[in-house]
């Protein structure tokens, strides 16, 4: 198994515009992404092979992109299908291409996968309730100055919330939780316990009567996490992240929040719009500075039993990076206590 063997996100569904182009990295790879003549994605290594320009500054028409240098045409399995310097002698030839990549479209996400032979077919995460009745969701996109192991881990520790995002989700030694922590198939899920009020600004509206909260947070590979709060009916709430690997110290992280408050979806928007950006800023901030010092002094952790997650996280995607299948690691499961 091969991080390329799966799908990741390059765009919202909406961004490609019929002849538009989007330049996009994912894993070293670059791409020009835009839309064939039949509406559907498209995405091709970022190169002009004639002398090495980037199709992405180029012009797509009619389901074809156009190199900007000299103007070389490429459809949309990156066969060179037009050379303006060859005019009407111009004879398609299956060796003139530029690699072309697998492209899906699903929850409306645009998704690309780099091998052009997977061991194995996976398919996209499927977003939880996305446009589904009741169901509103919130989608926003932020860059981050780390690898995807480092930024999946923070979406689900709740150690950090105390400090990094101080009364907007928790206040900090209050509460001590109980959880569950199990790796088992390639995923990982937290489940907590004890859980009532201790959730900020977001407890006062959403779960004001003091209900217990179910929350279960969870990690799937190679780079999805989720987390759920339910807090009543119509009191409940999913934030889904794909961390997309750029290059090693850029990810590109598509978020939704998808939520069910009943009558009060669509008043929430505004307010959760803003919340999560609020948020995940400070994620962004100190997830930057955690970087600054693993590429001064490298990766060394000094874990605790809170860190649990962090540890299986790591096991999964290192198992990747070696080529192996992370579902062949034994099953486990620990309890843990922590304060916050
Ligand atoms: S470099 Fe692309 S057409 Fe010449
Ligand atoms: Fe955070």
Redesign the pocket.
Known sequence: MKFDDFWYVVCESNQLKSCKVLQRTVLGEWLAVFRDEDGNPTALRDR?M????RLSHGKVSSGKIQ?P????VYDKNGLVVAVPAEGKDFRPCHTRRTLGYDTKEQDGYVYVRLTQNPTEKFEPFLMPHYKQPGWETVRVINRFRNNVTNCAENFIDIPHTASVHPGVFRSSMQQKLEMTVERRNGSVFAEYRNETNNLGWFARFLNHQGYEIRHIDSFHMPNVTSVEYDMAPQRQLFITSQSVPETEESTLVYTDVTYNYGIWNKLARPFIYWTAQYIIHQDVEALAIQWEVIKKYGTHFANTPADTIHVFVESIRNKIANGEDPRNLPDKSVRVNFWV
């Open positions: 002009c004639h002398r090495n320009s190199c240098y000299h103007g070389w």
